[in-house]
């Protein structure tokens, strides 16, 4: 090696030299190294947050339905997503709600990996048969105490669910961003909202980037566990594009909402609101409220997804919920009062 290239070190230095004095600007942190797009929008895994996930066949149909579970004890936290979601819209949360209970996340017929005979058919009534289903077909006539909880669509079918009285072992029901008066006000304008999406991404990274960035999702690590399943690869465009076409179920979305005042009341279980704005209550809703038939919370610093948005807090409300009402495992068991899990309407 070439001396001359290096720089000369004096050869004098003792032991009892007084030290050089600190530069001023050695107890400042150095900055973390700035992470590019793609590594700050990369995808997370499913089971950073769920222990597994499963095919629910249904018998005597063509459909199989996707789930994902997580957590060993306590009663069912069974989630339904929104429309264009999946069930990884409740990840993030999940990893905290498994630590006391038990969590099924349900890919709704047309979403995530669910496959069935007709898509498109997202009308509630086919959308609540298919939910009995997956829970006939997971537990049997002895289901274990069950908290629906459901997200803008989703919300729509849990309350449908809960108002037909059939599943006996349902202890609670939260309804996540969805009332029955906004949302029939704003279908005017949801073709309108799909249509100015953007339609096109090339690759996943760029989707979650765009969905952080629009203000559609507010919480980076959710959409980077949750966008992806709301995507798929079309051959023939060369990108990824929406796996849901929403734009085509219009006849059915007003059938999400009409009457869900009323039945969300009727239903005969605790039940808990939680809206991301201040919403205008319905006179139905704003009675029942006084009357004490429901909790209402308003959660603040939130978009629609208030589960993807704030997941910590989210999770909170749930076990809260879970915890001032008493469900265990098994629900509250009457003496006396058993009857089957399943029962006719």
Same mark, same amino acid.
């Given at each position: 090696?070439?001396?001359?290239?290096?720089?000369?070190?004096? @050869?004098?230095?003792t032991?009892?030299?007084?030290?050089?004095?600190?530069?001023?600007?050695?107890?400042?942190?150095?900055?973390?190294?700035?992470?590019?797009?793609? @590594?700050?929008?990369?995808?997370?895994?499913?089971?950073?947050?769920?222990?597994?996930?499963?095919?629910?066949?249904?018998?005597?149909?063509?459909?199989?339905?996707?789930?994902?579970?997580?957590?060993?004890?306590?009663?069912?936290?069974?989630?339904?997503?929104?429309?264009?979601?999946?069930?990884?819209?409740?990840?993030?949360?999940?990893?905290?709600?498994?630590?006391?209970?038990?969590v099924?996340?349900m890919?709704?017929?047309?979403?995530?990996?669910?496959?069935?005979?007709?898509?498109?058919?997202?009308?509630?009534?086919?959308?609540?048969?298919?939910?009995?289903?997956?829970m006939?077909?997971?537990?049997?006539?002895?289901?274990?105490?069950?908290?629906?909880?459901?997200?803008?669509?989703?919300g729509?079918?849990?309350?449908?669910?809960?108002?037909?009285?059939?599943?006996?072992?349902?202890?609670?029901?939260?309804?996540?961003?969805?009332?029955?008066?906004?949302?029939?006000?704003?279908?005017?304008?949801?073709?309108?909202?799909?249509?100015?999406?953007?339609?096109?991404?090339?690759?996943?990274?760029?989707?979650?980037?765009?969905?952080?960035?629009?203000?559609?999702?507010?919480?980076?690590?959710?959409?980077?566990?949750?966008?992806?399943?709301?995507?798929?690869?079309?051959?023939?465009?060369?990108?990824?594009?929406?796996?849901?076409?929403?734009?085509?179920?219009?006849?059915?979305?007003?059938?999400?909402?009409?009457?869900?005042?009323?039945?969300?009341?009727?239903?005969?279980?605790?039940?808990?609101?939680?809206?991301?704005?201040?919403?205008?209550?319905?006179?139905?809703?704003?009675?029942?409220?006084?009357?004490?038939?429901?909790?209402?919370?308003?959660?603040?610093?939130t978009?629609?997804?208030?589960?993807?948005?704030?997941?910590?807090?989210?999770?909170?409300?749930?076990?809260?919920?879970?915890?001032?009402?008493?469900?265990?495992?098994?629900?509250?068991?009457?003496?006396?009062?058993?009857?089957?899990?399943f029962?006719?309407?």
């Open positions: 090696m070439d001396s001359s290239h290096m720089t000369s070190l004096p @050869e004098d230095i032991d009892d030299q007084p030290p050089q004095p600190a530069s001023v600007f050695a107890s400042v942190p150095q900055r973390p190294p700035t992470k590019s797009s793609s @590594e700050k929008y990369a995808p997370l895994d499913w089971s950073d947050y769920f222990d597994k996930e499963d095919d629910v066949a249904i018998p005597e149909s063509n459909d199989v339905f996707h789930v994902y579970m997580a957590g060993t004890e306590g009663p069912v936290v069974f989630c339904l997503h929104g429309g264009g979601y999946s069930g990884l819209s409740f990840s993030v949360s999940t990893g905290i709600i498994k630590e006391k209970a038990r099924v996340s890919d709704l017929r047309g979403h995530g990996k669910s496959v069935t005979d007709n898509d498109f058919d997202l009308s509630v009534e086919t959308m609540c048969n298919d939910v009995f289903a997956v006939k077909e997971l537990y049997g006539d002895s289901p274990p105490a069950i908290i629906l909880v459901g997200h803008s669509m989703g729509s079918v849990a309350v449908h669910v809960a108002a037909k009285r059939i599943l006996s072992t349902l202890a609670g029901l939260i309804v996540v961003d969805v009332v029955e008066g906004t949302a029939m006000a704003s279908l005017i304008h949801m073709q309108k909202i799909l249509s100015n999406r953007m339609q096109h991404f090339s690759s996943i990274e760029k989707a979650i980037e765009w969905s952080v960035r629009a203000g559609t999702l507010r919480n980076i690590d959710s959409a980077r566990v949750s966008v992806p399943a709301t995507l798929k690869y079309d051959d023939t465009k060369k990108c990824y594009v929406y796996r849901t076409e929403l734009e085509k179920t219009e006849q059915y979305w007003k059938g999400w909402y009409e009457g869900l005042s009323d039945k969300f009341l009727s239903s005969p279980v605790p039940k808990l609101l939680l809206l991301a704005g201040t919403d205008r209550l319905d006179k139905s809703l704003t009675i029942g409220q006084m009357q004490g038939k429901f909790q209402m919370i308003v959660v603040r610093h978009g629609h997804a208030i589960q993807e948005d704030v997941p910590d807090e989210f999770a909170t409300l749930v076990l809260n919920f879970i915890s001032r009402n008493q469900i265990g495992p098994n629900g509250v068991v009457i003496p006396g009062l058993l009857k089957p899990a029962s006719k309407p």
